[in-house]
């Protein structure tokens, strides 16, 4: 039930967010008296504790911050089983979170539970759009899967074009996945191809190209060429590979499957104003932009303004953004296809 | 109402028995008391919380709650769904036996010959050898994996590569550590230096003077090891091999990085997934349903472990007459002897030491002279200026260092307990610090969580909360310790109570410095796996409390090779001078070489 009231919020929001964005580009959100008031407020405060999935997401903040808002320390912390330590510290009273950022799917159950506040973003000048979950959070990057090829075996020409391309015989024996990523990555795939052409093809994956599937850093395999394709990583993958010094590339297909990554403030924050000054920050364009430069973490939602959303535009294809609507449908996918490639 | 006669002789005994128990009591006196009541307790906080914990939660559902939310409720379904699935009978199971059997097998022949080599012969560099054999205990699990892959990955490994050009094959194997061999060879190696340390300080404690009478007697030495070393070695043998069949079975990186790619599921993959679930919370009651039949198999163990060594006086080595150490002269098997050494050392050292310290400098960039001129330091200069690395090292050095100290320091005193009271309820102490092992680290984390955010003491995100935490391990201590302990006879210290010395000097002055090799050896394994240790600290995670191992895992999460390298290198570089240092002291102390 609350899966479906959300859903719904979530649409309307969308709709709204091709119009509310417009209604206040003239004032810099900055600028806002409610903006404003909340950094008084905040620097009050003088420190905010960040959760994320990774310590890399947290770490680039506090610099990048401090440009516009000085004076408030940020604490961040990476934590991918974050989830239950929440659950844990709000039974016992005890709260030493104040902003969560995670993927959607991922919030469910502490959303769930009723552990975000919900807060009212308009007077803040955040875009509509981005409001999920009724206002108990804004959203943020995207997590955008492809196909990535080691730059050292893949001549550009001869770069699959599609999904599909990947049943190619040439390359059989030549690519890997993470077991986490790939049938997350079918679970999308599924939600415009159906489950049956899914499940045939991710078993085609395994059975006839035989798609290496790993638990250790697909980076290591594409630099020694045992493996030159990596399935489902993302394309912000690419660019860390490409720092590691794994020349690597993306691909763009038809269809892009984007994880949708986000923000919320807890109920019981212990710096609720910086917490919430802090979400608002980070979605705003400048902070998309420093998040980029630090983590190559990008946006392909509507409106975004990465380059990588430019390129889906250009390619006319079609992005399959994580929503509410789908999660359900997502959520079976992702077990039945996962028993698959666990081969349990 | 019918009376019982017993035979006059019978109760003359039974009162003599009687009275030498009081005796011994009151030998101990009120500060021995306090010391193992103190001991007792700490041991049953440290370890109860998680052992209820895993009891419990096992036994806790629906899926979507955690087992402590309101709504949980008792449930069998954890249980219905991990042993009534098909694929556990005809896939994890087998695969788990298999696996297990053979990565012991591969460990404890290894293992043992070095330890050996090590204590009982001359080979040259022993005490060099000696921190070379523990070198794979420093690195992280999965650069070991990654190592193997290097080496024997079906397409470009190094060794298929050259065994193709030699013998020219087609363009992939024939070798490949994608496979059941490739996981029990990874795994026996990866796990040799735990058995090595456990194995070598049970030689090191051994009296040499049985393997003397056998070798004046004309043996051979490989007679004299067959039916002389191995039967009295029976306690400082099973306590390893029984330890190391417990962590083959709960370690996961070697199953996950090098048996998942080829769909070789066992029991510790099984909770690895429960825990990082395709969605929802993680499953930790199926977790703990996974990990029940670990309780299981460290109940039959200690069963047969304490069956095994029911004649304690069979295995006693060290009496009150002095000995001095001897050493086999390896003569003509000095260079196959060295050979192994080079071999094991190649693999469990060398190769893993290269990738990590390469990797720290070059990132993934191949080994090639072209490659050195890109060499960078960044990840190390980044980590120098980053005040959460000094944080993460002073932290670790408490957490780790503490934590080893305090479980060493309960598991002599619950060795003691064990072996030389009459207490009727010291096999609870047995039981319970055995069944340490079989507690995942993940339901320990999770327990100490629950029981320092629910308990009014201030510790919660703290560092001191991480030593508690770390502190559940008694297994390890109490086993190498009572293993010693049993081969040092009861008469020294009836010697040193009949000279009028207390209980408290008797221990200070005669029992530990006895134990001394096992004491080491306990602390250095300990602090080595605190150091190594990132699933407690990471469920226990707080901006203040941060560790070294946490640190790397996150650099390693988020694509930064070099600095997860560098984390890895320092915590190596962090760690060596201690091994060498302690073991420089037990020599010294013994004045062997």
């Known amino acids: 039930m609350i899966r479906h009231r959300n859903a719904v919020a979530l649409a309307f929001a969308a709709v709204l967010g091709l119009t509310g964005g417009e209604a206040s580009a003239q004032t810099p959100w900055y600028d806002l008296p409610a903006v404003k008031a909340l950094y008084e407020k905040a620097k009050e405060e003088k420190e905010v504790v960040i959760w994320a999935p990774v310590q890399n997401e947290v770490d680039w903040i506090q610099p990048a911050l401090s440009k516009r808002f000085p004076g408030i320390t940020v604490k961040g912390t990476g934590d991918l089983q974050a989830a239950t330590k929440l659950i844990a510290e709000a039974r016992a009273n005890r709260h030493s979170v104040d902003v969560w950022q995670n993927s959607l799917g991922g919030m469910i159950e502490v959303q769930k539970r009723g552990l975000f506040a919900k807060v009212d973003w308009q007077p803040y000048g955040v875009t509509p759009g981005n409001i999920l979950f009724d206002g108990e959070g804004i959203a943020v990057h995207n997590f955008v899967y492809s196909a990535l090829y080691s730059k050292a075996f893949v001549k550009d020409a001869d770069v699959p074009k599609s999904w599909d391309d990947l049943l190619d015989p040439k390359w059989r024996g030549k690519m890997v996945a993470q077991d986490f990523l790939f049938p997350r990555l079918m679970g999308f795939l599924a939600v415009k191809w159906g489950e049956e052409r899914t499940e045939k093809w991710g078993r085609a994956m395994i059975n006839d190209q035989k798609l290496l599937i790993t638990n250790a850093p697909r980076e290591s395999f594409l630099k020694t060429g045992e493996r030159i394709l990596s399935i489902g990583d993302s394309i912000s993958q690419s660019y860390q590979y490409t720092e590691s010094g794994v020349p690597t590339g993306y691909t763009i297909f038809n269809i892009v499957p984007a994880v949708q990554f986000m923000v919320s403030v807890m109920k019981n924050a212990p710096h609720p104003n910086a917490a919430r000054l802090l979400a608002i920050w980070q979605s705003s364009d400048e902070s998309m932009e420093a998040r980029e430069k630090a983590t190559y973490g990008l946006s392909v939602r509507p409106g975004s303004k990465s380059h990588v959303a430019a390129e889906v535009e250009k390619a006319k294809a079609t992005v399959v953004l994580e929503d509410l609507a789908t999660m359900d449908q997502r959520a079976d996918f992702y077990k039945k296809f996962s028993s698959i490639i666990r081969g349990q | ?593």
């Open chain 2, 1 to 593: 109402m019918s009376q019982i006669t017993l035979p006059t002789g019978a109760v003359a005994r039974a009162r003599i028995k009687k009275a030498n128990s009081a005796e011994k009591r009151a030998d101990i006196g009120w500060l021995g008391w306090s010391i193992i009541a103190l001991g007792s307790a700490a041991a049953l906080f440290f370890i109860l919380g998680p052992l209820i914990m895993l009891l419990t939660t096992a036994f806790r559902g629906p899926q979507d709650l955690l087992p402590f939310e309101d709504g949980a409720q008792w449930t069998l379904a954890n249980l219905a769904a991990v042993y009534l699935d098909k694929s556990l009978y005809t896939n994890v199971l087998p695969n788990t036996l298999i696996f297990t059997f053979g990565s012991v097998t591969v460990t404890f022949v290894i293992a043992f010959i070095l330890a050996w080599l090590v204590e009982r012969t001359d080979l040259p560099m022993r005490n060099g050898v000696y921190t070379i054999i523990l070198f794979p205990l420093l690195v992280p699990g999965i650069v070991l994996s990654i190592t193997w892959i290097f080496l024997l990955a079906p397409n470009t490994g190094w060794i298929n590569v050259i065994i193709r050009s030699l013998f020219r094959l087609g363009e992939t194997g024939p070798l490949n550590i994608f496979s059941m061999g490739g996981m029990i060879l990874a795994q026996g190696i990866g796990l040799v230096p735990f058995v090595f340390l456990l194995l070598s300080s049970a030689l090191r404690s051994m009296n040499p003077s049985l393997e003397e009478a056998s070798n004046t007697a004309g043996a051979s030495p490989f007679t004299t090891i067959r039916k002389v070393t191995l039967p009295v070695l029976l306690p400082g043998l099973l306590a390893p091999l029984i330890l190391a069949t417990l962590i083959t079975l709960e370690q996961f990186e070697t199953p996950l990085v090098i048996g998942f790619p080829a769909r070789i599921n066992v029991f510790s993959t099984r909770i690895f997934f429960e825990l990082n679930p395709d969605t929802d919370l993680p499953a930790y009651g199926r977790a703990a349903a996974v990990a029940l039949p670990f309780l299981i198999c460290g109940i039959a163990l200690l069963m047969v472990y304490n069956h095994l060594i029911r004649r304690a006086e069979s295995f006693v080595t060290v009496t009150g007459k002095g000995f001095r150490p001897m050493r086999f002269p390896l003569g003509r098997w000095r260079i196959p002897a060295i050979a192994f050494v080079a071999v094991y050392a190649l693999f469990g050292a060398v190769l893993p030491g290269f990738v990590l310290i390469w990797a720290s400098l070059f990132g993934y960039a191949l080994p090639t002279f072209d490659t050195l001129s890109t060499i960078s330091f960044a990840g190390y200069t980044d980590l120098f200026n980053n005040p959460k690395f000094w944080l993460a090292a002073r932290n670790t050095f408490i957490v780790a260092g503490a934590s080893a100290i305090i479980v060493t320091s309960i598991g002599v005193i619950l060795a003691w307990t064990i072996l030389r009271t009459q207490l009727a309820m010291r096999w609870v102490l047995d039981f319970i610090s055995f069944l340490s092992l079989g507690i995942p680290a993940v339901i320990a984390g999770l327990a100490s969580m629950l029981l320092y955010l629910s308990l009014p003491i201030g510790i919660y995100g703290t560092v001191l909360m991480l030593v508690l935490a770390y502190s559940y391990r008694m297994a390890v201590s109490t086993r190498l310790t009572r293993a010693a302990l049993m081969q040092v006879h009861a008469e020294l210290e009836e010697a040193s109570s009949v000279a009028g010395a207390q209980w408290f000097t008797t221990i200070r002055r005669v029992v530990l410095p006895l134990l001394t090799p096992s004491l080491v050896a306990s602390f250095i394994l300990l602090f080595i796996i605190g150091f190594r240790e990132f699933t407690i600290p990471t469920i226990l995670q707080s901006p203040d409390n941060s560790v070294l191992s946490v640190m790397m895992w996150q650099a390693f999460q988020a694509g930064k090779t070099t600095q997860a390298a560098a984390v890895g290198t320092m915590i190596v570089l962090f760690v060596i001078p201690i091994i060498f240092g302690l073991r420089r002291l037990v020599l010294a102390r013994d004045g062997r070489d």
